[in-house]
């Protein structure tokens, strides 16, 4: 049965600033995730701290607020079957070390906090997520 779905994705500083957007992009569409919106801009660390406020109580969270907020970033609604979890498969493991072959953070992933990509971990989140960025 088909199952339709939103994502949110995002990449990282440290891809935009490689100049990996267009790269990063054309995994997403060749493996059947079409990018329905997609924007370049830069948040405060306030909106990255609201963000990620899942990872308050986490010891990297601070810096990881800081890291979101510190260049500009490509937010993206990327849609398909199944998209929640095949851009997950896509991103590969949140350690660019320990992710799967040919997946993003595995090619262009610098360390687990400069890890290129985020992505909607539920269909819950995806639908939070996909609102932070992209309400109307
Ligand atoms: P995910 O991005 O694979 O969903 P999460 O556990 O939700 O991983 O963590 C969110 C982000 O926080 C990661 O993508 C990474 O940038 C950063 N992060 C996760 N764990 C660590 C860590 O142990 N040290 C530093 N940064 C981390
Ligand atoms: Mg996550």
Known sequence: MSNQEQTLSIIKPDAVERNLVDEIKKIFTSNNLKIKESKKIQISKEEAAEFYKVHQSKPFYEHLCSYLSSG????????????????????????????????????YGISIDKNSVHGSDSNENAKKEINFFFKN
């Open 72 to 107: 500009p970033i490509v937010a993206m609604i990327l849609e398909g079957e199944n998209a929640i979890l095949q851009n997950r498969k896509l991103m590969g493991a949140t350690d660019p070390k320990k992710a799967e072959e040919n997946t993003i953070r595995s090619l």
